[in-house]
């Protein structure tokens, strides 16, 4: 149907016709493309969300595990904290 118009316009030579419909064409495509990148983001917010969801889990576990490796360090800092401080109280009792 717009071609045809088109054709019939440029046989006419009504140029202002051929840009009206020129300009329908390119906004028409214009706005179905960004209607294409608005769906495209949606899906990827959507998908970040499933993949933040099903990660959530996963960041805890490793916080906790994180937290237990923390506390045998310090553990172990305490030990030999206490360990030299016998040792250096026993050296000094020598002399």
């Not at 030299?84 to 109280?89: G, N, P, R, S, W």
Request: charged share 25%; no cysteine; aromatic share 6%.
């Amino acid at each position: 149907m717009i071609l045809r118009r088109l054709t019939t316009a440029l046989r006419k030579q009504d140029w202002f016709t051929v840009v009206i419909e020129t300009l329908i064409v390119v906004f028409g495509v214009f706005i179905g493309l960004q209607v294409n990148n608005w769906n495209v983001a949606r899906g990827n917010r959507v998908a970040e969300a499933d993949f933040m969801e099903r990660l959530h889990p996963d960041i805890v576990r490793v916080e906790q595990s994180s937290e237990r490796v923390r506390a045998r360090r310090v553990s172990v800092v305490n030990d030999l904290r206490s360990a030299t401080e016998v040792i250096l109280t026993s050296l000094s009792e020598t002399d």
